[in-house]
Nanobody, 121 residues
């Protein structure tokens, strides 16, 4: 069965950096685009970034976050730099289930359990 396991979250001061990882299993990883989303308390889950052959980003993280993938390791990464308190959320990875670039959570599936990122001011 499809399994996505995120790691790398933690606490960091504003301006700091973190790298999230998501290890995938149970499907042909190279055949799917992968995405990162986040959800803060009391808010909707929102798109952060996704990657098929190249990455695309939410405007709020463009220039600060970089998504990448290592198909040999079945892993997708999210390098986060210049973190801000408003980046605080649980971050989830998911596999994209449609063959076009999209930011809708409904176009992604098989969500991981999430990893908490907390940015203090």
């Amino acid at each position: 069965q499809v399994q996505l396991v995120e790691s790398g979250g933690g606490w960091v001061r504003a301006g700091g950096s973190l790298r999230l990882s998501c290890v995938a299993s149970g499907f042909t990883f190279v055949s799917y685009a992968m995405g990162w989303f986040r959800q803060a308390p009391g808010k909707e889950r929102e798109f952060v970034a996704a990657i098929a052959w190249s990455g695309y980003y939410a405007d709020s993280v463009k220039g600060r976050f970089t998504i990448s993938r290592d198909n040999a390791k079945n892993t997708v990464y999210l390098q986060m730099s210049n973190l801000k308190p408003e980046d605080t959320a649980v971050y989830y990875c998911a596999m994209r289930t449609v063959p076009y670039d999209t930011t809708l959570p409904t176009d992604f599936g098989s969500w991981g359990q999430g990893t908490q990122v907390t940015v203090s001011s």
